[in-house]
């Protein structure tokens, strides 16, 4: 089975400034999805970014960027130019490639509770 | 585009009370999942629809949760009887490919 750890149950930056959320998965799988989510106070879980095993390039999107180091298990989201919207849970999610679509299950961690001090 | 719609938003009952929540999920998603996500973690799939059939639903308590997704559109997933330990807030999300969460609904068992 697999599992995420995040380590870090809060966190708090001023805006403008960058933060760093670290994400630790284990698996034996070779072929899998990285994700970040937010879940802002409305509860909503938003897509914030994904990262494909096989790529080695980190993903970026806009001011959130990954750290990807797939020999350590490794997966961090990078967040600068801090804004007050950032202000959230945050969870890491790691998905197993099944070749039945539909059929893959999403496993998150305990997520890292983010504020943005203005 | 229209969202993952879930009600009520918020249901406080006493335990061995029965409650229902209902989602309504993007059109044309083949897909259905809920979730339970108690506080301080990361949610945890209950079940798991592919259109009106389903796929997984090895982590539902069968004892005392069910779920249906009739016509393959709408789910109704039902508690009966409750317990305390299932405040939670209970997450409906569906996917065509990316998958797409609701407000949830926050449980609060008394």
């Known amino acids: 089975a697999q599992t995420v750890t995040q380590s870090q149950p809060e966190m708090s930056v001023q805006e403008a400034e960058t933060v760093t959320l670290s994400c630790t998965y284990d698996t034996s799988e070779n072929n899998y999805y990285l994700f970040w989510y937010k879940q802002p106070p409305s509860r909503q879980m938003i897509l914030v970014i994904r990262q494909e095993a096989y790529k080695q390039q980190n993903a970026t999107e806009n001011r959130f960027s990954v750290n990807f180091q797939k020999a350590a298990k490794s997966f961090s989201l990078k967040i600068s130019d801090s804004q007050l919207g950032d202000t959230a849970m945050y969870f890491c999610?790691?998905?197993?490639?099944?070749?039945?679509?539909?059929?893959?299950?999403?496993?998150f961690g305990t997520g890292t509770r983010l504020t943005i001090i203005p | 585009e229209a969202g993952v719609a879930q009600s009520p938003r918020y249901k406080i009952i006493e335990k061995r009370q029965s409650v229902a929540f209902w989602c309504n999920p993007i059109s044309g998603h083949a897909t259905l999942y809920w979730y339970q996500q108690i506080l301080g973690q990361g949610p945890k799939l209950l079940i798991q629809?592919?259109?009106?059939?389903?796929?997984?639903d090895s982590q539902l308590p069968k004892d005392r949760f069910s779920a249906e997704r009739l016509k393959g559109v709408d789910s109704t997933l039902k508690i009966q009887p409750a317990k305390l330990e299932d405040s939670a807030v209970y997450l409906c999300?569906?996917?065509?490919?990316?998958?797409?969460f609701g407000p949830g609904t926050r449980l609060t068992v008394l």
């Open positions: 999300a569906s996917s065509l490919g990316r998958r797409y």
């Open positions: 999610a790691f998905m197993k490639l099944i070749s039945n679509f539909g059929n893959e299950k999403l496993t």
């Open positions: 629809f592919q259109n009106n059939g389903v796929v997984d």
